[in-house]
């Protein structure tokens, strides 16, 4: 891995160029190159008919590697500089859970199955289109949604829900869509916190910062040897709470205390003694 560069944002702004283009072009061929082996050894269809969709979920991630998969990715693909705390604050042990994260950048996803070994996520429905990554995000877990339907955002949440309670955490991107600033953004969409509230799901917090540097939300440039820094918040429990507005602010209220603990961490100049993923 290269030197890290910590860019700021005059260097992710102007219009691209041709070679800028033709850079993110060939780290995403990149990408989806590398997850060929995941989905056709063995063959995704074979192993789509042997096992069930809902309640194996942890089957399809270990046979298909896509933890594996992920870590190349970030580390030699994309060539992000990770560096993470709290992360004995995740609880990994049994079901009954859903996660929460800011969200910056198309790149987050593969951050995050890679670091944090998680591999479910609401996602909007055009990353299913994506070649490969689409589908090896499907053998994961990650539940598709349309934006535009109310009833397509209603049904994924019973499935997210569903998944959560019996199979596997899935991570919930509150703000909606990737900042514009990199900042959180003032909008955030809590119904999926209300909804653990009512069934009894606890919800584990973590926040994320550099990934728009290394990849803008323009998606049309690329610059590798990113500092990313990512920190693991507290998990809450519903059975804490009294009401569901109130847990569903102190799950966002954390992850803002986090996102402020990883963007100083980002900036820090002791950013070489934070422990990697």
Same mark, same amino acid.
């Given at each position: 891995?290269?030197?890290?560069?910590?860019?700021?944002?005059?260097?992710?702004?102007?219009? *691209?160029?041709?070679?800028?283009? %033709?850079? $993110?072009? @060939?780290?995403?061929?990149?990408? =989806?190159? +590398?997850?060929? &082996?995941?989905?056709?050894?063995?063959?995704?269809?074979?192993?789509?008919?042997?096992?069930?969709?809902?309640?194996?979920?942890?089957?399809?991630?270990?046979?298909?590697?896509?933890?594996?998969?992920?870590?190349?990715?970030?580390?030699?693909?994309?060539?992000?500089?990770?560096?993470?705390?709290?992360?004995?604050?995740?609880?990994?042990?049994?079901?009954?859970?859903?996660?929460?994260?800011?969200?910056?950048?198309?790149?987050?996803? *593969?951050?995050?199955?890679?670091? %944090?070994? $998680?591999? @479910?996520?609401?996602?909007?429905? =055009?990353? +299913?289109?994506? &070649?490969?990554?689409?589908?090896?995000?499907?053998?994961?877990?990650?539940?598709?949604?349309?934006?535009?339907?109310?009833?397509?955002?209603?049904?994924?949440?019973?499935?997210?829900?569903?998944?959560?309670?019996?199979?596997?955490?899935?991570?919930?991107?509150?703000?909606?869509?990737?900042?514009?600033?990199?900042?959180?953004?003032?909008?955030?969409?809590?119904?999926?916190?209300?909804?653990?509230?009512?069934?009894?799901?606890?919800?584990?917090?973590?926040?994320?910062?550099?990934?728009?540097? @290394?990849?803008?939300?323009?998606?049309?440039?690329?610059?590798?040897?990113?500092?990313?820094?990512?920190?693991?918040?507290?998990?809450?429990?519903?059975?804490?709470?009294?009401?569901?507005?109130?847990?569903?602010?102190?799950?966002?209220?954390?992850?803002?205390?986090?996102?402020?603990?990883?963007?100083?961490?980002?900036?820090?100049?002791?950013?070489?003694?934070?422990?990697?993923?």
């Amino acid at each position: 891995m290269g030197e890290t560069a910590l860019i700021g944002e005059r260097d992710i702004e102007g219009p *691209p160029t041709l070679a800028s283009r %033709l850079h $993110i072009l @060939a780290r995403f061929i990149g990408v =989806i190159l +590398a997850a060929i &082996p995941t989905t056709t050894v063995p063959p995704m269809l074979l192993t789509v008919l042997a096992y069930r969709r809902y309640g194996n979920e942890r089957t399809f991630q270990r046979i298909h590697s896509v933890f594996g998969w992920a870590n190349f990715c970030v580390r030699r693909v994309l060539e992000m500089d990770v560096r993470m705390q709290g992360k004995e604050r995740l609880d990994r042990e049994g079901s009954r859970l859903m996660l929460v994260c800011n969200h910056q950048s198309y790149v987050d996803i *593969p951050l995050i199955m890679g670091s %944090l070994r $998680i591999g @479910a996520f609401l996602s909007k429905d =055009i990353v +299913a289109y994506l &070649p490969v990554i689409g589908q090896i995000a499907w053998l994961a877990g990650t539940i598709y949604f349309r934006r535009d339907s109310k009833e397509s955002r209603q049904r994924a949440l019973v499935n997210v829900l569903r998944m959560c309670e019996s199979s596997t955490p899935v991570v919930v991107f509150p703000e909606g869509t990737r900042s514009a600033d990199g900042r959180l953004r003032d909008t955030v969409h809590l119904g999926a916190l209300h909804s653990c509230h009512a069934r009894g799901l606890r919800v584990g917090t973590f926040a994320l910062d550099g990934t728009r540097y @290394a990849c803008p939300p323009s998606m049309d440039r690329y610059f590798p040897h990113q500092r990313v820094a990512i920190v693991v918040g507290e998990t809450f429990d519903p059975s804490d709470f009294g009401d569901a507005d109130g847990f569903a602010r102190a799950v966002w209220e954390e992850v803002g205390r986090r996102f402020a603990e990883a963007r100083a961490m980002r900036e820090s100049s002791d950013w070489d003694t934070f422990p990697r993923p």
